[in-house]
């Protein structure tokens, strides 16, 4: 049917096409759209399904290329025959972004000997597959360099069809261990099939992970009470927050306040001469994102600050928020990277019906935004250059997806161990995109989730969904714009029940400066924004007030860094209280020193005294059914025999809210 | 810094970068690398997340092309405000591949105006914004054609920017539906942002979904008993088995069978002289996969044997084997297509230790592998020519995948309507891989499924998991290969059992013939394979011997036919039953006669009367709690009065194996 003959395939097409199923390659994000997120000295798992039609033995390997390595390495795969999965695995141990892809082909001579086996113990006679075998031999011998590989392998084959031998006696030599290694080495490949995809890991240093964060405005931590410090104060804040425990000391923006339309005291729509106005209105005479607010010292200062901070073991992390105030240089010299009126002027940032005359969005989108993207990735290398290596994103949800990827990528490319935390409560799907698209941490809706249920459900979406993969929550206990309800009228019971749920719940946590003191008063009933809000005027403390948390935030800090099971995102299970009232979950870890099983009850009600039977997973901790066991609370050292599943747990939360236990 | 300047985005890139989001488009398949199925007629649901950031309000489409389409058309999609989730849906109205994407843009227009509508709520000053409406309006006249349109669009932007009217007034114009849909017509797409990848869905015949298959031997179908039968002959067996109420008539090889090597009665290794062989030993001096059996008669006979069936609403469907006996022409035309010993002879199949010396397979990545391909596609295109529109392929795992998509892709090019089933009773990855390339049905592994979990864990996995967008199982309940143990011990009520859950549990079932007389004597005790099995012999049947299951087989085929809800596959639900040897299901489905519920309950129990109390999903079927309802069953015609949701069900199965209710 010469019609038809028009479709015959070219031999180019018959050579292309795949031999071998490669499918289903973890891990893998959104076909590898993104790239999932591990931290250095994680193991990272690689595995897929491979399969090929008929009985022919197959071989595969994981192509990998870590960031420092100059050249791809490969690693062997393994297989579970009854589900075609096959496995590898390697240590990331580089900070950057880790390539790989798999690769399988046939393994004709594993092939070859196993159906040779099989003839032999069925009593066949063999000639034939052995003369087979010699030549599967000599192709390697072709491969191989002359020599004495080369040398060694003609020998076998010269032995293999030695016809004056019997043909099972011959075939013995092929199983030859030295035999297959040089075969493993120099036959070529049949069937080689690649993965459709290269995929990427991106593998971040510890700190991305573990991390206890602490919020302050600089200008309250002024020694002489209500004056507007410099960061040549800053040293005894720092002492004292280093021996909180904390890891990171984050500040809202620190680049000069705007004058023009500067807001009050409690959001008023004028201030008052010296009122200090919120920092987040960037830009004034005294410059702009890469300069510093005058009233908080110079430069050096700030240099002088950052070591301070780095000898105490503390990072500094800086606000990056994309916007400039009315008298933002940008303004005069960059009028065009701004949104522009019809009467030519520029527009201040709305969200009908809300206004916000003191800030200026940018519009990234301009002509000129070539020149604008470039400038604000210029803000990050500056602050980079002064030792800063984390950043809190303000609002990301509010500026291009495609600007992210790109200004982090661009400096990632620079320095790979930078930490970007979005700050987006914006609708699920955005945040999760946030981070996929390449933010290192995420502000979470924890401060919102304060029940069994909503706390059980939350933490099980973050830790085994599918966002495990690519968002790291880090959980805010309280944040300048966020006082919740649950700690407007819980009383100190309240912060310390939160306190506790976010350092244990999550290895990435954090609390704004005033929680300690259980500061707790709302602008006004209904309102999540504090009375005397911290954004718009300097706030006098007394850390050492009757009722701080000093000594619980310590102890929870210290806590974590003795306990590798609080430093891991997914090793979180929740298990049984017959009160709801109560939760209990379990934080497991396996370090060099053993296991290391926190068993960890809360009482959620600030309120009320609360007892529950808890059900501990007695099979997971290794414990038998009826043996009675001894646990310890690393919260206050009392020791209680426990027997079996069910165990009785009480909890008055005015004297304690919770448990941290070590099965002994 | 320089050194940094160097990497500034190029306007090209920034240009390309996408603005909005476009996620998880469903259906997909394996990031596009498949299609998904449906059946002609079906409503294509197409959904994906799309967002962007700020507070832009967005507009997206369906881009969609049939395969009858000259060109591309849209389908707006409509969305959920919570779950950023956008959908639309098309009816597929025709045969073949369906290729869709999905684009987004920001609705400037709808954007605005929402904003001016929240300003002007709240008392806002708007002249400004009217300017800016004026400025969009004058876009799209601009994008216009000079004419009427212009005009119109013109006069509004005059209307809009005359100063001596006041603001709020002239906004009122930019609220008149008429400019409403001018704008939607001329003003250009904002931010638009295609989906990455085109995706196909494959749509089939209703025969794909939807038809019940009978297997016989041709040869033994004689009016004149034990004699080779030719398709002359065949005009009594396709009335009886319309008169059944099968739709497709499967016939194993009928080409001519080898001599060489020929299999004897009961798989001997040497045949009698008038054993007619294996049909799978395809070849002889009569020729190949293009040639008919001589015994069998012409191709003329053939011919009028596919016309006569299809008078009888039967599809005739042949077997695709692609394997040769020693007798094939192509050993001799094309020796270079199979695989050669070192000694220079043709390789007969082997599975080590097992050997099949009437059978040669093909070697698919031959040197000459182009001109094999292109000849086992005329194959398929010569028996099309005659008018098998459906292939039954034999053991597609022991040929390359490529193969499979590349001919099924071929034959789909020319001829969209033909179906394929794949018979893969290997491993399930490869059974599921091979429905991906394309098999349009395939075998399953419900012969081994015979209890309670057994056919809940599988039938949901089917309907329910992934696999329901791409596999379409045809449910045989027994095969010329598969005699089970459930039917060599379990009796006349075994047959009955088997045959009700095929033809209600999947909407694709079949039986070879013999299942209706119950044949049931293995080779030998723990075999599935049959006594004088006749794949080595002609079989003499009474079709009307007693305890013949015509009468059932009819009832369930009309049944069949009569309701829709056992046409489709994902309509299953398996319902409670207190007793784990009586299965409990529903089957719904509406039409346009309203709504069709099958209630189905089936004793599993082959030897001893069941009873047990089955739970009713009242809900489910609009039935009150308490409310009294009449069931009748299909099978008896008997009708019951039922009460909530718990009610008693007894079978015995010497009289009857189960009960198909439908509710009154």
Redesign the interface.
């Known amino acids: ?1 010469p019609p ?2 028009r ?5 180019q ?2 050579r292309s ?3 071998i ?1 490669i ?1 289903y390659v973890r891990p893998e994000l ?2 590898g ?1 993104f790239a999932p997120k591990r931290i250095v000295g994680d193991r990272i798992d690689v595995s897929a ?1 491979i ?5 022919d033995l197959l071989a595969a390997h994981v192509r990998v290329r870590g960031p420092a390595d100059s050249d791809w390495r490969t690693v062997p795969m393994t297989y579970d025959f ?3 999965r096959w496995s590898a695995d390697f240590v990331a141990d580089a900070v950057g972004a880790w390539r790989f892809t798999v690769e399988a082909w046939t393994d004709r001579f594993a092939t070859w000997r ?2 040779l086996e ?2 032999i ?2 009593g ?1 006679e063999v000639s ?1 597959e052995v ?2 075998g010699a ?1 599967l031999i000599d192709r390697a011998a072709r491969k191989s360099r002359f020599g004495p590989v080369r040398t060694t392998l003609k020998r076998w084959v010269t032995a293999l069809r030695d016809s004056s031998r019997h043909p099972t006696e011959r075939a013995r030599e092929a199983f030859d261990p030295a035999l297959l290694a040089l075969i493993e080495e120099y036959l070529p490949a049949d ?1 080689l099939t690649t993965y ?1 995809r290269v995929l990427t890991v991106r593998v971040d240093r510890e700190r991305a992970r573990f991390a206890a964060w602490y919020e302050m405005f600089p200008r309250s931590q002024g020694t002489s009470p209500g004056e507007h410090a410099t960061f040549a104060d800053l040293g005894p804040a720092l002492r004292r927050i280093a021996g909180l425990g904390f890891d990171v000391v984050y500040l809202p923006p620190i680049h000069p306040v705007g004058e023009t339309s500067r807001k009050g005291r409690n959001n008023a729509l004028t201030a008052a001469p010296d009122d200090p106005g919120s920092p987040w209105a960037i830009g004034s005479q005294a410059g702009g994102h890469t300069a510093i607010e005058p009233r908080l010292g110079t430069l050096e200062d700030f240099d002088r600050f950052v070591q301070q901070a780095r000898e105490l073991g503390l990072e500094i992390a800086l606000d990056y928020a994309l916007q400039c105030s009315p008298d933002h240089p940008w303004l005069r010299e960059h009028p065009e990277w701004f949104f522009v ?3 030519g002027t520029i527009k201040y940032a ?4 809300k206004k916000y005359q003191d800030i200026y969005p940018l519009n990234f ?1 301009c002509e000129d ?3 604008l ?2 400038a604000c ?2 803000i990050l ?2 602050w980079i250059g002064h030792g800063v290596y984390t950043f809190r994103v303000d609002n ?7 600007f992210w990827e ?1 200004v982090i990528g ?1 400096v990632h ?2 320095h790979s161990d930078i930490i970007f935390l979005a700050e987006a409560f914006t ?1 699920p ?2 945040l999760e ?1 946030l981070a996929k698209l390449g933010f290192t941490q995420s502000y979470t809706y924890f401060t919102w989730r304060n029940t069994s249920s909503e706390l059980r459900d939350y933490l099980t979406e973050l830790t085994q969904g599918p966002a495990r993969e690519y968002l790291r929550g880090n959980f805010f206990a309280n944040t300048p714009d966020i006082l919740h309800e649950y700690l407007q009228l819980g009383g100190r019971p309240a912060f310390r029940v939160r306190l506790l749920l976010a350092a244990t719940l999550s290895p990435l946590y954090g609390i704004y400066s005033g929680f300690e003191l259980g500061e707790h008063e709302p602008l006004h009933s209904g309102s999540e924004e504090y009375l005397h809000s911290e954004k718009y005027e300097i706030r006098e403390r007394d850390w050492d007030a009757p009722g701080n948390l000093n000594a619980d935030i310590a102890l929870v800090n210290r806590m974590r860094r003795e306990h590798r099971a609080l430093q891991l995102t997914t090793n979180l299970s929740f298990h049984h209280s017959e009160n709801d009232r109560m939760l209990c979950y379990l934080r497991s870890a396996t370090t060099d020193a053993g296991r290391d099983d926190l068993l960890i009850v809360v009482n959620l009600d600030p309120l009320h005294t609360q007892d529950s039977m808890v059900h501990v997973p007695l099979d997971r901790l290794g414990l038998t059914p009826d043996a009675p066991y001894a646990v310890e609370d690393l919260l206050t050292g009392a020791r209680y025999v426990w027997r079996g599943s069910r165990n009785y747990v009480r909890l008055d939360p005015r004297e304690q809210v919770g448990h941290v236990l070590v099965i002994r």
């Open positions: 049917m038809q003959r479709s015959a395939p070219s031999r097409l018959t096409l795949p031999h199923a499918e959104d076909a759209r399904d399969f090929k039609d008929g009985h009854d589900s075609d196993s159906e099989k003839k113990d069925a066949y034939s003369l087979e030549h069937d459709a009126r019809p009467d709305e969200n009908p019906p989108w935004r070539d020149a993207w470039q990735l210029d290398l500056f990301p949800h509010t500026k291009p997806f495609a790109w661009e490319a620079r609708r799907k955005r995109y």
